[in-house]
Nanobody, 121 residues
Framework: VQLQASGGGFVQAGGTLRLSCAAS????????MGWYRQVQGKQRELVAA?????????GDFVEGRFIIFKGKGNAKNTVYLQMNSLKLEDTAVYYC??????????????WGQGTQVTVSS
């Protein structure tokens, strides 16, 4: 499966952005999709994740500002991250990922390309 991330960009503090991550391909059974972020020199950290049965979890820093949700219909293989009330410290490269089982039933994690989010004052 391949993951295509989009939606990053520049935004002022307090603004909003929506990231999307579209999964395509076959031979992989997704259990969970999510977003991580990384600032240069720091470890990658969980932003938000959602499982196939709609359980979600968020990084502590989210504090209710972000929502992760799945698309419907033709976008059912897409996961969105709605980011509200963005802060300067949300500036990072955001990575989409998917956990699941490959065709050999090995549990794998797949990463999409990063998308830059820059929050300015």
């Amino acid at each position: 499966v391949q993951l295509q991330a989009s939606g990053g960009g520049f935004v002022q503090a307090g603004g909003t952005l929506r990231l999307s991550c579209a999964a395509s391909g076959s031979g992989f059974s997704i259990r969970r999709m999510g977003w991580y972020r990384q600032v240069q020199g720091k470890q990658r950290e969980l932003v938000a994740a959602i499982t196939t049965d709609d359980n979600t979890n968020y990084g502590d820093f989210v504090e209710g500002r972000f929502i992760i949700f799945k698309g419907k219909g033709n976008a059912k293989n897409t996961v969105y991250l709605q980011m509200n009330s963005l802060k300067l410290e949300d500036t990072a490269v955001y990575y989409c990922n998917a956990d699941g089982w490959d065709r050999y039933l090995d549990y794998e994690t797949i990463w999409g390309q990063g998308t830059q989010v820059t929050v300015s004052s």
